[in-house]
């Protein structure tokens, strides 16, 4: 079956040569091959691909609660190796979460990729592999807006949507985090970023990577407006990612954790965790012992990606965040 679907790649480009056909006789020598039943070999088998891809995700989680952790690179941009500013590489990423925090997960932020050639996401796959470790997720900006009013716009943010979901394929991440940007003079739609994120789902089904949205700003990525998309698109592949601490910046600590329990009610594969975030020189701080108690009584099995965002320095920021995060999972 596999190097029957491998030929069928091929025959587009071979144009079914003669080799092929003959290739495709080893695949099955038992039935004859002529170029009708190739053909409908190929459809047959596309079909089947498209069906399985209709299925729900079906992620194998650990239950260990360390291997449930997961650094972001996010709290590290201003350490992140970038043109005229020397500093981590990417492909050096996973080896110093491993080194610095005994975990062996991690969560690439879109922006700190410096190339998505083939050639690179290929070297980033094989650096995380050799240490041991594995892609989470990835926050990625689609560099557009998911419910612009302007069709061509929101083409374009879909377009960048297909592009993280290609990465996430590449690198072997089981999921992307794709951000609504907010859209000048035109307030958040429903309509437009359900049909936006129902063709992004569907794209990530036939690719077996999970779509997430993140409750990351207070207007374009509201809570309940993200709950409100999901529950219409009505996608197993398309999910919640929720943020411990950024619904707390509306400074309503009822709302934020209603929020949390919305947001958990949804989510699959990821979240991020904080205990406090600063806005404007405003600290607001969050319970990790509330928010990962919403966690589980909504049954949330996925990964606990820390973002550090509070004050000091993120080394020993994200080593209390994982500390904290432990106690929380193991009580």
């Known amino acids: 079956m596999g190097q029957t679907i491998v030929l069928c790649g091929l025959s587009a480009r071979r144009v079914l040569s003669r080799r092929t056909m003959q290739e495709a006789r080893y695949a099955d020598s038992s039935m004859p091959v002529t170029r009708r039943t190739f053909l409908a070999s190929c459809t047959a088998l596309a079909a089947a691909s498209e069906s399985r891809a209709a299925h729900a995700p079906d992620i194998h989680f650990p239950t260990a609660p360390r291997d449930r952790l997961a650094v972001a690179s996010y709290p590290f941009r201003s350490f992140m190796d970038r043109p005229g500013h020397p500093g981590i590489k990417l492909t050096d990423f996973a080896a110093m979460v491993v080194e610095k ?8 932020l879109s922006s700190h990729f410096p190339s998505t050639d083939a050639a690179y996401l290929a070297e980033f796959r094989r650096s995380v592999k050799q240490a041991h470790s594995h892609i989470v997720n990835i926050p990625a900006n689609v560099g557009g807006s998911l419910y612009d009013a302007d069709p061509t716009r929101r083409d374009k943010a879909i377009v960048g949507g297909r592009k993280w979901i290609d990465v996430a394929v590449a690198i072997g991440s089981p999921s992307v985090r794709l951000h609504i940007q907010g859209a000048r003079g035109t307030p958040p739609d429903i309509g437009r970023a359900s049909e936006s994120l129902k063709t992004l789902a569907e794209y990530g089904a036939a690719h077996n990577v999970v779509v997430n949205l993140e409750n990351d700003d207070l207007v374009s990525e509201d809570a309940f407006f993200i709950v409100k998309v999901i529950e219409k698109v009505a996608s197993p592949w398309l999910h919640a990612l929720p943020d411990f601490g950024n619904s707390m910046l509306t400074g309503d600590e009822d709302f934020n954790y209603k929020a949390m ?9 990821i979240s991020h965790v904080k205990d406090s975030e600063v806005d404007n020189g405003k600290v607001f701080r969050v319970s990790m012992a509330k928010t990962f108690g919403i ?9 606990f990606s820390m973002e550090f965002e509070g004050e000091g320095e993120p080394y020993e920021g994200t080593r209390k965040l994982i500390e904290e995060s432990m106690k929380d999972l193991q009580s």
Do not use: D, K, L, T
């Open 101 to 108: 925090f005994n975990i062996y997960n991690i969560e690439p």
């Open 295 to 303: 966690a589980r009584a909504m049954g949330y099995r996925g990964y």
């Open 261 to 269: 329990e919305a947001m958990f009610r949804h989510a699959y594969n």
